[in-house]
C-alpha cells in the first residue's frame, strides 16, 4: 500500500474488469482518447481487448473508489507495452499515475521484460503524461508491434534490464 498526496491509502491491485467502478473509469478513458485525438488515431484497448490472453490490468484504489487504472500487453521477446493509464479526474497530481508506472515496470521486470513501449498521442491533452514517462527514463523511439508513424502518435521506451 502507498499513500496518495491527500494522505488515503493507495491500493494496487490486479483486475478482471467485471467491476462497474472500474469499467465505468475504462469508458471515460477511451472517450477521452477519441475526443483527444484524430479520427483513426486511437490504438487504446476496450474492454475486449484488455481482457484479452497476455493483458494484465491494474486497477488503484483510496478506500472504495477507484482512483486510476493502468494495463501490461506482453508483446513475447521480453518485450512489454503499457496500455490504458488513467487517473480518474478527481485524483489528478495525487501520484496515482506514478504508482501505477511504477507498479508496472515492476512487474514487468519481475516477468523478465526487457524494454517497455508505449505509443501515445500529441498535444496539449497529452503533456501531463509525456513528463510522466520521460521523468521516468522513457526515450522517443521508433514504431514497435504493428504501430505505424503518423502526424499525431509518437512512441517511447523504456530498457528495464
Same mark, same amino acid.
Given at each position: 500500500?502507498?499513500?496518495?498526496?491527500?494522505?488515503? %491509502?493507495? %491500493?494496487?491491485? #490486479?483486475? @478482471?474488469?467485471?467491476?462497474? !467502478?472500474?469499467?465505468?473509469?475504462?469508458?471515460?478513458?477511451?472517450?477521452?482518447?477519441?475526443?483527444? /485525438?484524430?479520427?483513426? /488515431?486511437? +490504438?487504446?484497448?476496450?474492454?475486449?481487448?484488455?481482457?484479452?490472453?497476455?493483458?494484465?490490468?491494474? /486497477?488503484?484504489?483510496?478506500?472504495?473508489?477507484?482512483?486510476?487504472?493502468? !494495463?501490461?500487453? @506482453?508483446?513475447?521477446?521480453?518485450?512489454? #507495452?503499457?496500455? /490504458?493509464?488513467?487517473?480518474?479526474?478527481?485524483?489528478?497530481?495525487?501520484?496515482?499515475? !506514478?504508482?501505477?508506472?511504477?507498479?508496472?515496470?515492476?512487474?514487468?521486470?519481475?516477468?523478465?521484460?526487457?524494454?517497455?513501449?508505449?505509443?501515445?498521442?500529441?498535444?496539449?491533452?497529452?503533456? !501531463?503524461?509525456?513528463?510522466? =514517462?520521460?521523468?521516468?527514463? +522513457?526515450? @522517443?523511439? #521508433?514504431?514497435?508491434? %504493428? =504501430?505505424?508513424?503518423? %502526424? +499525431?502518435?509518437?512512441?517511447?521506451?523504456?530498457?528495464? #534490464?
Amino acid at each position: 500500500m502507498r499513500h496518495d498526496q491527500s494522505g488515503g %491509502e493507495l %491500493e494496487i491491485r #490486479e483486475d @478482471d474488469l467485471s467491476g462497474e !467502478a472500474v469499467r465505468g473509469l475504462l469508458r471515460l478513458h477511451l472517450r477521452g482518447m477519441h475526443a483527444s /485525438s484524430p479520427p483513426g /488515431s486511437v +490504438f487504446a484497448l476496450d474492454l475486449l481487448g484488455l481482457t484479452a490472453p497476455g493483458v494484465t490490468v491494474w /486497477s488503484a484504489w483510496v478506500s472504495a473508489t477507484v482512483v486510476g487504472i493502468a !494495463a501490461l500487453k @506482453d508483446l513475447g521477446d521480453r518485450t512489454g #507495452e503499457l496500455k /490504458s493509464m488513467r487517473t480518474h479526474p478527481n485524483f489528478l497530481r495525487r501520484g496515482v499515475a !506514478a504508482a501505477l508506472l511504477a507498479h508496472v515496470i515492476a512487474v514487468a521486470r519481475s516477468r523478465g521484460m526487457r524494454r517497455l513501449s508505449l505509443e501515445t498521442g500529441s498535444g496539449p491533452a497529452f503533456a !501531463a503524461a509525456l513528463a510522466l =514517462y520521460r521523468g521516468r527514463g +522513457f526515450v @522517443d523511439g #521508433e514504431p514497435f508491434a %504493428e =504501430y505505424r508513424r503518423g %502526424e +499525431f502518435n509518437q512512441f517511447l521506451h523504456l530498457s528495464i #534490464e
